[in-house]
């Protein structure tokens, strides 16, 4: 920062709100410093038996709460439709998911079918559209 305080700076939020960093680099002292973010509904046991209306109420509610209050902007990445975490290799090489219960931990919500092909081409016709309207 002592040499060039116009390159921008991100730090993450640590899976913490970001309000969290109030205070932290403050932008009276540090220009350009922003908080990097991300939300995702699908390694949290709580998100594995949501409905498609609460994955959606939760996202549509970010703005009014967890990302409110930051003294700093925010830059909200890894945004996904993913609702669970069947994709092939997100859990790692050789790894199951926690909602069909081949993860090493937790209680199955369901059978992950062709979510975990890599392709949305096999999902089911209302797997698209509840895919579609959570994005």
């Not at 932290?24 to 220009?31: C, E, G, M, V």
């Not at 059978?111 to 999902?123: D, F, I, P, Q, T």
Request: glycine share 10%; charged share 25%; aromatic share 10%.
């Amino acid at each position: 920062r002592d040499i060039d305080s116009t390159v921008g700076v991100s730090i993450s939020d640590a899976s913490l709100p970001p309000r969290t960093w109030n205070g932290f680099l403050a932008p009276k002292t540090y220009k350009n410093v922003y908080i990097d973010t991300y939300h995702n509904q699908v390694f949290d046991d709580i998100f594995r038996t949501f409905t498609i209306d609460q994955h959606v109420k939760l996202a549509c509610s970010l703005p009014h709460g967890r990302l409110r209050g930051a003294d700093k902007p925010l830059i909200v990445k890894e945004w996904s439709g993913a609702m669970t975490d069947c994709a092939m290799y997100l859990n790692g090489r050789g790894i199951g998911s926690r909602f069909d219960g081949s993860f090493p931990s937790g209680k199955p919500s369901g059978a992950c079918g062709a979510r975990s092909k890599g392709s949305s081409s096999e999902l089911s016709a209302q797997q698209k559209k509840d895919t579609l309207r959570y994005i």
